[in-house]
């Protein structure tokens, strides 16, 4: 019997899917008959140490996946849970991600105490939200709106929407239901007037690509549907991304069918106070087509200008 050590960071929503994932694994080893044991290891990352300051400016969000990947290569764990959101583009060499699992909802959600979605918020409402592309996205629907921002984790923030007297917050549905907390989501946000960004809902879990057993096992949990969204989306955000902060935002839904089935992709880049907005549809049967082709659109309608800004 082999224990796999399943690595993780160590916040609230970290360690419960990390749990719900490995509860799955326990059940697919069951059905199967397959011979693991698993055990959870919570690792703090230089990310969770830093979460005061604006995460861009020290290094981005690869820095909460960097010493769990160091982890991995050093065998002190065999796998690993993230959200797909906080991936970088680029794996180390020798690990990969082994499963995909079942996307949870991709959507962005208000929160507030009235029962305000976005149309009925009142003129000049304070939303809190530390992600550009959530601002960018709002700000061009709402111009009227006040974006402040709003750091930590989603029990931190969820607490300064009563603290800092916020009329309302912005967060990822999926972190919310995962905790057992969609009872907090007021509205939830449509992709058409707020696009998530790459991989948000998804989770990917890791592992080391010699690793033969693990990646059987993992392969189990894979979601093929989920998969070729994602890898749609990541290969959008790939093209588009040279590590510079723009809101950048995509959802990818992927059919069913012999090959697979056809992947149909909607991205968009905007300025960071939502002054220009483009967006692009994409379709077609290889996801990593239909993420350049819904790119190269959108660097056609001028996007690269706004990135070039960005960088600046
Ligand atoms: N930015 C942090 C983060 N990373 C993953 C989630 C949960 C949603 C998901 O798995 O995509 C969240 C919280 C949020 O954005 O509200």
């Not at 096992?217 to 969204?229: I, M, Q, S, W």
């Not at 959802?251 to 907005?277: F, I």
Request: proline share 4%; with cysteine.
């Amino acid at each position: 019997m082999r224990t796999i050590i399943v690595g993780t960071r160590q916040s609230a929503l970290a360690l419960t899917q990390t749990g719900q994932t490995v509860d799955r694994l326990r059940r697919i080893c069951e059905e199967a008959g397959l011979p693991f044991a698993f055990e959870v290891k919570p690792i703090v990352t230089r990310g969770d140490r830093i979460l005061d300051v604006t995460l861009s400016k020290v290094g981005g969000k690869g820095l909460f996946v960097k010493e769990i990947e160091q982890a991995l290569l050093d065998g002190e764990i065999d796998c690993a849970v993230h959200s797909m959101k906080d991936m970088p583009f680029d794996l180390p060499e020798g690990l990969t991600i082994g499963s995909v699992p079942l996307r949870e909802d991709p959507r962005d959600c208000l929160v507030n105490l009235h029962g305000y979605t976005l149309s009925d918020l009142p003129p000049g409402a304070r939303v809190g939200t530390s992600s550009l592309r959530r601002g960018a996205q709002l700000q061009a629907r709402r111009p009227d709106l006040r974006i402040e921002s709003l750091r930590g984790n989603i029990d931190t923030r969820l607490r300064k929407l009563e603290t800092e007297g916020l009329d309302a917050i912005l967060l990822a549905a999926a972190g919310l239901r995962r905790m057992g907390w969609a009872d907090r989501i007021t509205a939830y946000i449509d992709p058409e007037d707020c696009l998530p960004a790459v991989g948000q809902g998804a989770l990917a879990v890791e592992c080391r690509a010699d690793d033969e057993q693990v990646m059987s096992l993992l392969a189990r949990l894979n979601d093929g549907k989920t998969e070729r969204a994602v890898r749609a989306e990541r290969r959008f955000l790939g093209l588009l991304n040279g590590g510079c902060q723009v809101p950048i935002g995509a959802y990818a839904v992927a059919g069913s069918g012999e090959e697979g089935g056809e992947v149909s992709l909607t991205g968009m880049v905007a300025s960071p106070d939502g002054g220009r907005l483009l967006r692009a549809t994409a379709r077609g049967t290889d996801p990593e087509a239909v993420g350049s082709e819904a790119a190269e659109a959108l660097l056609a309608q001028g996007a690269d200008a706004i990135l070039a800004e960005a960088r600046e």
